[in-house]
Every structure is written in C-alpha cells, then in structure tokens.
C-alpha cells in the first residue's frame, strides 16, 4: 500500500507538458576549425558562424 501511495506521488510531481525541444539546425551553423598559432606546435580549435568563416576566407 506504502508503495502504491509513493508511486502516485511520483506521477503527480512529474510534469505533464514537456518543454518544446530545439531546432535541430540553425540557419548559420558553428564550424571548428584547427589553427597554429605562430611560434606554437599545437593547434588551437576556434569555432565561428559559417558566415564569420566565409568573410575570413575571402580576407
């Protein structure tokens, strides 16, 4: 009886409306992309907005 009781309680504290989940794709997506640094053997990771990368590269 105890853990019928328990079990209710359970069902009632969770909610009933779950939150709306994320897009699943953004209209400029992150890239990541490894670059040393001068004077350094180890590549460091930088992520920017697709768009940020396609202005770099015209640079």
Known sequence: MLFAYLLL???AATPAVLPAAAPA???DPMV???QTATGSIF???IC???S???S???E
Do not use: T
């Open 9 to 11: 309680g359970a069902q």
């Open 25 to 27: 794709a953004r209209a």
């Open 32 to 34: 990541c992309r490894y």
């Open 43 to 45: 590549p460091g990771r």
């Open 48 to 50: 920017k907005a697709r």
């Open 52 to 54: 940020q990368w396609m």
């Open 56 to 58: 770099v590269d015209r």
